[in-house]
């Protein structure tokens, strides 16, 4: 009925899906006919699963992707009916993009009137933007420490802070599977490459020499350093 009560009130671009549930193949349909697209899922817990859901394999596309944030009914179909087009129009305009989404379901999920609320919001917001770009960042930062009167500087930091973290967690692993999978004997070219890759790491490096039996002094002179 969505789709029907969209036509109806003017918007003759929506489409729906039949009770099926996103493929990558209709993602990618979708975008050969738009540069654009509003995911207009139910308000509800499962329409926003599903949205969230949707913002994934649309990355694979080359479209924009919006999603509307329904208010005053469950649906399009329900608010056209209780509210108008004006009020449809008015939700289309604001429609949130993937960051703003992702915020906004955070938003939704603590009591902002308590510290401890907005302490674990932020938390949450944080996670988000470690994974938005510069200007994103400085943008959506200043919003939330305008929101909840805090210092954007820290917002920032924290947000980069846990970048920093999840790429030493990235190649601490690296390193170890190096280790693990180091052949029993190896070439003084290969341990120059080992030196420009991996050598950096003093972790990685300690292990290296406890493995090869190696004072640190000998290690060394065997690839140059």
Same mark, same amino acid.
């Given at each position: ?6 036509? #109806? ?12 549930? %996103?493929?990558?193949? =209709? ?20 329409? =926003? ?6 913002? =994934? ?8 992707? $919006? ?8 649906? !399009?179909?329900? @608010? ?10 008015? @939700? ?25 609320? &907005? ?28 929101? %909840? ?10 947000? $980069? ?15 170890? #599977?190096?280790?693990?999978?180091? !052949? &029993? ?11 420009? /890759?991996?050598?950096? /790491?003093? &972790?990685?490096?300690? &292990? ?18």
């Amino acid at each position: 009925m969505d789709v029907i009560a969209l036509h #109806q009130a003017g918007f003759t671009n929506a489409v729906a899906g039949l009770g099926t549930a %996103l493929t990558s193949e =209709q993602a990618s349909l979708l975008s050969r006919y738009a540069s654009e697209i509003m995911i207009a899922y139910d308000a509800d817990e499962a329409g =926003q699963k599903a949205a969230t859901r949707a913002l =994934q394999i649309f990355k694979n596309t080359p479209a924009k992707i $919006k999603v509307l944030r329904l208010s005053g009914g469950k649906d !399009p179909d329900e @608010i056209i009916k209780n509210y108008g087009i004006e009020k449809m129009k008015a @939700i289309i305009t604001g429609a949130a993009n993937e960051v703003e989404f992702a915020l906004l379901r955070e938003h939704s999920k603590y009591d902002l009137a308590s510290d401890d609320g &907005k302490r674990q919001y932020l938390q949450a917001a944080i996670k988000v933007l470690s994974n938005v770009g510069a200007i994103e960042l400085e943008i959506y930062a200043s919003r939330i420490a305008n929101e %909840l009167s805090v210092a954007k500087e820290v917002i920032i930091s924290e947000a $980069k802070l846990k970048v920093s973290n999840r790429k030493s967690k990235l190649f601490a692993i690296s390193s170890e #599977q190096a280790v693990n999978t180091m !052949p &029993k004997s190896i070439s003084k070219e290969d341990l120059k490459d080992i030196r420009k /890759n991996e050598i950096s /790491n003093l &972790k990685f490096l300690d &292990k290296f020499i406890k493995m090869r039996k190696l004072t640190k002094p000998q290690f060394a002179e065997l690839i140059g350093m």
